[in-house]
């Protein structure tokens, strides 16, 4: 399964970003989709996580500003980002988990790097 992310870049404090992860996979193969995030020197940290029928679950630092949304025509799911803030800067990595027979199993992208600067 590959995951490929796409729309990351420069953008100014207050602005928006969306970010596009898409995959040849069906995405009812996956039980969880979500996004992940990591700066210069700090460890990878969850931004929001998507399960069927549970509630999404975003990360405190991001609630009211990111928006997870999911495509299941074009396999690909999204992370809206608005009213952007510098210390949202870093690399983010879409993932997605398939548990078969109890065994779960983890996809990541590539990572695409946002960086948000005046």
């Known amino acids: 399964v590959q995951l490929v992310e796409s729309g990351g870049g420069l953008v100014r404090p207050g602005g928006s970003l969306r970010l596009t992860c898409a995959t040849s996979a069906s995405l009812y193969s996956f039980k969880y989709m979500g996004w992940y995030r990591q700066a210069p020197g700090k460890q990878r940290e969850l931004v929001v996580v998507r399960n069927e029928g549970s509630p999404t679950v975003y990360a405190e630092s991001v609630k009211g500003r990111f928006t997870i949304s999911v495509d299941y025509a074009k396999n690909t799911w999204n992370l809206q980002m608005n009213s952007l803030k510098p210390e949202d800067s870093a690399v983010y990595y879409c993932?997605?988990?398939?548990?078969?027979?109890?065994?779960?199993?983890?996809?990541w992208g590539q990572g695409t790097q946002v960086t948000v600067s005046s």
């Open positions: 993932n997605a988990k398939q548990v078969v027979s109890g065994i779960s199993y983890d996809y």
